[in-house]
């Protein structure tokens, strides 16, 4: 993939003097859903696949973008006195948010480059091609001018970005994920204080595959932002009874108790998702720690239904592909990832009925959906690194 960036970056940019390159990971979310806003515990991976950047340090303040997910839009170019969000800047506000998010911790970017980006996580998927880029970004940065800060800060910085310059409300754990990814580990990490530890991945005679439901979503434009106003309001009525910082301090007899304190029925729903998703993230690490796969499967089910019945995040697109899944021998488990709203599923498949799986899931869901969904078999693998 190195020759193939840096072939693309000399045809584009003229030379490829000068250029070095690097790769940030894709993530994907075992379980533990829309609680890392909820100060809960999140079990993500980062993966094999993600995006691929080549960059050369200019002496002027000009920047210069090219992605090769985004061909017809050419060289897209700005200066770093533009680091402001634009709609026409497309792809490049997340980018140029995490420059504007350096220059904010007092650690301004003192020149421009040029930069051109490979990507081979389905855009809008769910698996975090956004943070991907902004931890990729970082990273670079950081190697460009000798900025002192450690992984955790540029997960930090590119949340900063994500939230304050592209204004998605998103919690930590897509570029905590990213920027600390170990091969073959999750991460059970507590985003209320950020202690973590990493977690062996060992599916001894199973994978994970991820299924695209190809339903691109906009997290901006979703109604993410809504479920987390829902969250912190039934969070303040809940205050009032019970001494605690977020959802995450609960547990559900806890809960149960004080439910009635909120007001309506939908924030108690969205509230009792947070709470249980957060003890369900909890045991399905012991299991996984206890070789007990199956139950971390159970789980895995049981965290999809409290989505789609409690949070209403899935959408007949997500239920279809896991609903399939759920009839298949060699299933583990099986449920959607990420925000929702489409994006992806995550399943833990036994190897010898991955292809029938695949065959089995695809053919009913492009039945009942009308197009098709993508599959892929991943490993879990590092965070970022230069090439």
């Known amino acids: 993939m190195k020759e193939t960036i840096l072939k693309k970056f000399q045809e584009v940019f003229g030379d490829a003097e000068g250029v070095k390159c690097y790769f940030a990971p894709g993530r994907v979310n075992l379980i533990g859903e829309h609680t890392d806003y909820n100060g809960g515990h999140v079990f993500p991976c980062a993966l094999t696949i993600g995006t691929y950047g080549a960059a050369r340090r200019r002496e002027d303040n000009r920047l210069r973008f090219y992605s090769m997910n985004f061909e017809k839009l050419g060289v897209i170019e700005s200066s770093l006195e533009e680091l402001v969000p634009a709609k026409e800047a497309g792809w490049t506000n997340y980018p140029k948010g995490v420059m504007w998010a350096f220059g904010e911790k007092g650690m301004k970017v003192p020149f421009g480059m040029d930069l051109l980006l490979y990507g081979n996580i389905p855009n809008g998927s769910g698996l975090s091609s956004s943070a991907s880029v902004e931890i990729l970004t970082g990273y670079i940065l950081r190697d460009f001018f000798g900025f002192e800060v450690s992984n955790q800060e540029l997960a930090l910085i590119g949340q900063y970005a994500e939230n304050n310059f592209n204004k998605v409300n998103c919690g930590i754990m897509d570029q905590f994920a990213i920027a600390m990814g170990k091969k073959d580990n999750a991460i059970f990490l507590d985003t209320a204080d950020l202690s973590f530890e990493y977690a062996p991945i060992a599916l001894k005679g199973a994978k994970i595959v991820i299924a695209s439901s190809n339903k691109k979503r906009g997290l901006g434009d979703s109604k993410y932002n809504e479920r987390r106003s829902e969250c912190e309001t039934a969070l303040a009525e809940l205050q009032k009874v019970v001494e605690i910082k977020g959802l995450g301090d609960l547990d559900e007899e806890t809960f149960e108790k004080y439910a009635s ?32 796969v ?57 190897d010898e009925a991955i292809d029938g799986f ?7 869901y492009e039945a009942k959906i009308g197009y098709a969904a993508d599959f892929y078999v991943v490993e879990v693998g590092n965070g970022p690194v230069t090439l």
């Open 261 to 292: 304190a909120i007001e309506s029925d939908v924030r108690r729903r969205r509230a009792k998702h947070a709470v249980y998703e957060n003890q369900r993230t909890i045991r399905a690490v012991e299991a996984l720690k206890a070789d007990n």
């Open 358 to 364: 695949i065959d089995k899931v695809g053919k009913a």
């Open 294 to 350: 199956a139950l971390f499967g159970k789980l895995m089910n049981e965290s999809h239904v409290s989505l789609r019945d409690d949070y209403e995040v899935t959408g007949i697109e997500l239920d279809t592909l896991v609903e399939e899944a759920w009839k298949i021998e060699g299933v583990i488990g099986s449920r959607m990832t990420g925000a929702g709203f489409g994006g992806c599923t995550v399943s833990i498949v036994k």
